[in-house]
């Protein structure tokens, strides 16, 4: 069975600060994809980053970017230039190639974006 | 373009009462999961449906749950005799093809509290 694993349950970062959550993942097969998801107080889960476990180059978004270490199962997700607007619950995903979107989630970072 | 809709928000039931949770795809979805978020906790996979079909309900309690996507309608969630215990965020979410890595997009959630 495939597990994420989040080890900071809490973070807090200044305004304009750059902050990296953390992100393991425990499985045999080798094709998979990797999410982090968003969930703000309103709490809608948006997709923040995607990455595909055949691609080397680590995805970005704005200024959002992943460190995938495929080797150490690592999948950290840095956010730059942090707004208080970021502040959510941050979640890790994993799915297999091969079983449609069914998703396993680590159990999130909150993350707080202080003045 | 409307995104996924669940309904009601928010439900309260008693203990014993039944509980139904209805979401819309996205307009060109034809795949449906739902997803359980308990207090504290990440999203857990439940039920991945199709048009009047099952695929994987690996996530789903044997008893008293049931999920279902008809040919026409949204899909339903049905929690029978509720316990506490099943107080929780239930998200639906959509995709256009249910391939592994595909972007699939939650819906905001529907909040059942059970007293």
């Known amino acids: 069975a495939q597990t994420v694993t989040q080890s900071q349950p809490e973070m807090s970062v200044q305004e304009a600060e750059t902050v990296t959550l953390s992100c393991t993942y425990d499985?045999?097969?080798?094709?998979?994809?990797l999410f982090w998801y968003k969930q703000p107080p309103s709490r809608q889960m948006i997709l923040v980053i995607r990455q595909e476990a055949y691609k080397q180059q680590n995805a970005t978004e704005n200024r959002f970017s992943v460190n995938f270490q495929k080797a150490a199962k690592s999948f950290s997700l840095k956010i730059s230039d942090s707004q208080l607007g970021d502040t959510a619950m941050y979640f890790c995903?994993?799915?297999?190639?091969?079983?449609?979107?069914?998703?396993?989630f680590g159990t999130g970072t909150r993350l707080q974006v202080t003045l | 373009n409307a995104g996924v809709m669940q309904n009601p928000r928010h439900l309260v039931r008693r203990r014993g009462q039944e509980a139904r949770l209805r979401c819309s795809p996205m307009?060109?979805?034809?795949?449906v999961y739902w997803y359980r978020q308990l207090p504290e906790e990440g999203l857990k996979f439940m039920v991945y449906?199709?048009?009047?079909?099952?695929?994987?309900e690996s996530g789903m309690p044997k008893e008293r749950f049931s999920a279902e996507f008809p040919k026409e309608g949204p899909s339903i969630l049905r929690i029978q005799q509720v316990v506490r215990g099943d107080s929780a965020a239930y998200f639906c979410a959509s995709s256009p093809q249910g391939v592994s890595g595909n972007t699939i997009y939650f819906g905001e959630g529907s909040w059942l509290t059970v007293v």
């Open positions: 307009k060109g979805h034809s795949h």
């Open positions: 499985t045999s097969e080798n094709n998979y994809y």
């Open positions: 995903a994993f799915v297999n190639t091969g079983t449609a979107s069914k998703l396993t």
């Open positions: 449906l199709q048009k009047e079909n099952i695929i994987d």
